[in-house]
C-alpha cells in the first residue's frame, strides 16, 4: 500500500506545488468565469428569466451554481494541458517506468487537478451571501463534495484526451470541442424547458447536466423547491458518478497504451 500511497501522493503534490507558482493560472480559472458571470448575468438579467426557475429568480442568481461548473472545466483544462508538457520534456515518460502502474499515475494527477478545481471553486462559493444565498454549513459541504465529483470527472476527461495529445494546440481545440459545448449543454446557461427536442435530448444525456443539477440541489439544501425542474438530487449524483468512474478509467487506458 505504500508503494502506491507515495507516488500518487508525490504527483498529487506536484500539481498543487506547480499550480502556486504559476499564478496566471489562478487569475485564468476564476477571473474569467467571474467575468462572464458579471458581464453575461449582468446583460441578460433584465431581459431573461429562466424557464422552470422559482418565482424572484434573477439571471445573475440562477447563473451562479452555472458558473461555479466553469470554474471547475476551466480548473481542469490548465491542470490536463500539463500532461502534454510533461511527456514531451520526457518527464512521464520517466514517471511510466517506474513500479507503479498507469492507473496510480493517473490518480495522482486526476486527484491533483480535483484539488485545484475544488479549491477554487470553494473561492466562488464565497461570493454566494451577496446573491442573498443563505447557504448553511450542511449546504456548503455539500456543494464542495458535488464539486470533489464533478472536478474528478472532468479533470478524467482531460487526462484522457491529454494522454493521446502530441501538441497544446491539438490539445486546446479538442478540449474547446467538448467541454464547452458540454458546459453550455447542461443548463448552466439556459433550462431545458421550451426547447427544441433534440437540444432538449443533447441536454439529457450530458452528464455535465447531473452536475450543475446536483450543484443547483445542494446550494439550496434548505429550501429544495428553489433549485428549480433540474433532474432530483440522487440521480444527478449517480450519473456524475458513473461519468467520474467511466473518465477516471478512459485515462487509465490511454497511459497505459503510452507505457506498452
Known amino acids: 500500500m505504500m508503494g502506491l500511497v507515495l507516488p500518487v501522493t508525490t504527483l498529487w503534490w506536484r500539481e498543487v506545488v506547480r ?8 487569475v485564468g480559472a476564476v477571473a474569467q468565469p467571474l467575468v462572464f458571470w458579471l458581464l453575461l448575468g449582468g446583460g441578460l438579467s433584465a431581459s431573461f428569466r429562466p424557464p422552470g426557475a422559482p418565482p424572484g429568480t ?17 480548473t ?16 512521464l515518460q520517466g514517471v511510466l517506468v517506474a513500479p507503479v502502474g498507469p492507473w496510480g499515475i493517473v490518480l495522482g494527477q486526476a486527484l491533483g487537478g480535483t484539488t485545484l478545481a475544488v479549491l ?6 464565497l461570493l454566494a451571501p451577496a446573491l442573498g444565498l443563505a447557504v448553511s454549513p450542511a ?11 464533478v472536478a474528478f470527472g472532468l479533470t478524467g476527461l482531460g487526462l484522457a484526451i491529454a494522454w493521446r495529445m502530441d501538441s497544446t494546440q491539438g490539445f486546446h481545440a479538442i478540449m474547446n470541442l467538448i467541454l464547452f459545448p ?6 448552466a446557461f439556459f433550462p431545458a424547458s421550451g426547447l427544441p ?22 446550494l439550496y439544501l434548505e429550501v429544495p423547491v428553489a433549485a428549480g425542474a433540474v433532474p432530483p438530487l440522487g ?25 506498452s
Open 19 to 26: 499550480f502556486g507558482r504559476q499564478r496566471s493560472r489562478v
Open 58 to 74: 434573477g439571471y445573475l442568481e440562477y447563473f451562479y451554481p452555472g458558473i461555479i461548473a466553469l470554474v471547475l472545466l476551466f
Open 76 to 91: 481542469a483544462i490548465f491542470a490536463t494541458i500539463a500532461t502534454v508538457e510533461d511527456r514531451r520534456t520526457g518527464f
Open 120 to 125: 477554487q471553486g470553494g473561492l466562488f462559493l
Open 139 to 149: 449546504s456548503v459541504a455539500a456543494v464542495l463534495g458535488v464539486m470533489v465529483l
Open 182 to 187: 458540454m458546459w453550455l449543454l447542461s443548463g
Open 197 to 218: 427536442a433534440w437540444l432538449e435530448w443533447a441536454m439529457r444525456v450530458n452528464p455535465m447536466t447531473y452536475g450543475v443539477a446536483a450543484l443547483r440541489h445542494t
Open 235 to 259: 440521480p444527478s449524483l449517480a450519473v456524475m458518478g458513473a461519468f467520474a468512474v467511466l473518465a477516471y478509467l478512459a485515462a487509465v487506458r490511454a497511459a497505459g497504451r503510452k507505457a
